[in-house]
């Protein structure tokens, strides 16, 4: 009987808590007030773990107030989603656009009388299932009285998100280059598409269909065929490192587009790329290549035309 008591009360020990709970004292629970207060939820995590270490026996409470407020985060989160689902699905046609404009225009006289404007317009709106983009461009210029160029560019694609990467797409577009000697280019397309990478720092996606294409030539002809249509969407951030000026929040990032369009007798490509530079929140300046290439084109025009463009853009 004596034996079972001596080995009983070493075990009873070992089973007994090593430190009992005690209350949260007023100045920790007041600090954790406030650090919930300020929004910030890395403040907050890191006030609790301060909390932890400094009070080791209140750390069921520390627990219980830090579990309070996650779930209150996600409370407010989940309404928030709610709400701006709802704000969506009730917008007008003309709600919930957002986009960029840019502009850029050159004036020489003297020696040479020279005058050159290019202009971009780029609209997107997103709903829940389908997003809308819509681009307008124009690039004029005028040598000695004579127009050495004149292109214009309307276009707008529709999608419908399938799934999380899949979509359908929709496209028509305008297009006039006198310089590629056709007054007149419209192309009606559709297929799917897909978001290869989606995420802050890149996007990628790519699409394909069938295409009809009709031409309208500068000397009166035209020519309609089917075609296939594949086209490539890029934006790629660049680390914060690479930020111009910092007191602007400024940032760097490159983006550009492709668009490939082939039928039995000639094959176009246009391909974009830019590098644009924040001036200010709203206002970024914008270098940017273009290549046009058609493998056939009317007689006296070349197959590849390019231009380099320095533009501002304003986003809103």
């Known amino acids: 009987m004596m034996r079972a008591l001596i080995f009983a009360a070493p075990l009873a020990c070992i089973a007994a808590p090593a430190t009992a709970q005690e209350a949260l004292p007023d100045a920790a629970r007041a600090m954790i007030d406030a650090a919930i207060e300020t929004g910030d939820a890395d403040a907050v995590e890191a006030v609790v773990n301060t909390a932890r270490t400094a009070f080791p026996n209140s750390s069921e409470e520390i627990q219980a107030r830090f579990d309070a407020y996650k779930a209150e985060q996600a409370r407010l989160a989940q309404a928030r989603a709610a709400a701006q689902e709802q704000e969506i ?11 960029e404009g840019q502009i850029g225009a050159f004036q020489s006289s003297g020696n040479s ?31 000695e009285g004579t127009t050495s160029r004149e292109q214009f560019l309307a276009q707008y694609e529709p ?28 192309v009606a397309s559709g297929g799917i598409g897909y978001r290869v990478v989606d995420n802050d720092r890149l996007e990628l996606s ?29 934006d790629w951030r660049i680390s914060d490192s690479l930020k111009l000026t910092q007191d602007a929040n400024s940032t760097v ?12 007798s000639n094959t176009s490509l246009t391909a974009i790329t830019g590098l644009e530079a924040g001036i200010s929140d709203n206002l970024s300046a914008r270098l940017s290549y273009t290549v046009e290439y058609d493998s056939n084109p009317p007689e006296g025009a070349v197959s590849t035309d390019t231009l380099t463009r320095f533009t501002l853009v304003y986003g809103f």
């Open 89 to 99: 699905r009730q917008a007008g046609l003309f709600d919930n656009w957002s986009g």
């Open 113 to 143: 009388d020279e005058f050159g404007v290019t202009a971009a317009l780029k609209l997107e709106r997103e709903g829940i299932d389908w997003e809308h983009r819509l681009r307008l461009a124009a690039d004029y210029r005028e040598v």
């Open 159 to 186: 999608r419908f998100q399938i799934s999380e990467r899949v979509f359908a797409f929709g496209l028509t577009q305008f297009e006039r280059d006198t310089r590629q000697r056709f007054s007149a280019r419209y």
């Open 206 to 234: 790519v699409k394909a269909g069938p295409a009809y294409r009709v031409t309208e030539f500068v000397d009166g002809g035209t020519s309609s065929r089917l075609a296939a249509l594949a086209g490539l969407d890029f």
């Open 253 to 264: 990032e490159t983006g550009g587009e492709a668009l490939l369009i082939v039928d039995g």
